[in-house]
């Protein structure tokens, strides 16, 4: 399998997966099918290719490092990630624009983003969500009618 996306298009579907398949809310999916996404894998034997225990359930797996983030996502090659939790509603996505092949950087990029999005979600729990710059090379990006830098009237 494969994709294409940006950061935002990727943490946009996974919030549908943390929120009872709802975004903004509007439902996306049915509550039935964004729980069942939600299942916890009894299989965790090492994976044929990562050499380390993946607990794959329908495409998606429980944390590669047992207990760094709670939640369920897919760590991809070289370290794109996308992320839930429906315990917290919360949701992300990381995308870049290199290729680390061995296969080690994916598991890396998760272990160094799991701290930082542990306390983004709690600030947020307590402050509301921060605005987020755009960073890096600048692209265009069309959400329909909203104005630029908003998401569903929200800035971000």
């Not at 290729?99 to 080690?104: A, C, G």
Request: proline share 7%; hydrophobic share 40%.
């Amino acid at each position: 399998a494969n994709g294409v996306v940006t950061g935002r298009g990727l943490a946009k579907m996974y919030a549908a997966l943390a929120n009872d398949g709802r975004i903004d809310g509007k439902q996306y999916l049915s509550e039935e099918l964004a729980r069942g996404l939600t299942g916890q894998s009894r299989v965790k034997w090492p994976d044929a290719n990562m050499m380390v225990p993946m607990p794959f359930h329908l495409g998606y797996h429980e944390s590669p490092i047992p207990g760094l983030l709670s939640g369920f996502g897919h760590v991809g090659l070289g370290g794109t990630l996308g992320w839930a939790d429906p315990a917290t509603g919360s949701a992300f996505g990381f995308v870049h624009n290199r290729l680390l092949t061995p296969l080690l950087f994916d598991m890396g990029s998760f272990a160094g983003l799991a701290g930082p999005l542990r306390n983004a979600v709690e600030a947020a729990r307590h402050h509301g969500p921060l605005e987020a710059p755009r960073l890096g090379a600048g692209y265009t990006e069309t959400l329909g009618t909203l104005p630029r830098g908003s998401v569903s009237g929200r800035s971000v």
